[in-house]
Nanobody
Framework: QVQVVESGGGSVQAGGSLRLSCAAS????????MGWFRQAPGKERVFVAR????????DYADSVKGRFTISRDNAKNTVYLQMNSLKPEDTAVYYC?????????WGQGTQVTVSS
């Protein structure tokens, strides 16, 4: 069982920045594929960004390209999502997910609210 815990959400004005953190348990964090999803009120959960294991490939949703940056620190068992130039439409609960040997472990989510 892998525990996933997000932190760093909050409220910010449009144009501001936030950095989300996601800590995952386990001794082999470098072998986890990690990702971020978000769910706005009344909408489905959608993909935001992912970073493959061992500093592999990175992908972003078109809506966040150029504004969000995903990174990982394997020594700290942590993945980050740096969010810049935030827009009101970025308001959502952000979820971190760890992909481990074909199983996906989700965190509880952290709220991000962007006001205009």
């Amino acid at each position: 069982q892998v525990q996933v815990v997000e932190s760093g959400g909050g409220s910010v004005q449009a144009g501001g920045s936030l950095r989300l953190s996601c800590a995952a348990s386990g001794r082999t964090f470098s072998s986890y594929n990690m990702g971020w999803f978000r769910q706005a009120p009344g909408k489905e959960r959608v993909f935001v960004a992912r970073i493959a294991r061992s500093f592999g490939s990175i992908d972003y949703a078109d809506s966040v390209k150029g504004r969000f940056t995903i990174s990982r620190d394997n020594a700290k068992n942590t993945v980050y999502l740096q969010m810049n130039s935030l827009k009101p439409e970025d308001t959502a609960v952000y979820y971190c997910v760890a992909g481990v040997a074909g199983t996906y472990y989700w965190g509880q989510g952290t709220q991000v609210t962007v006001s205009s």
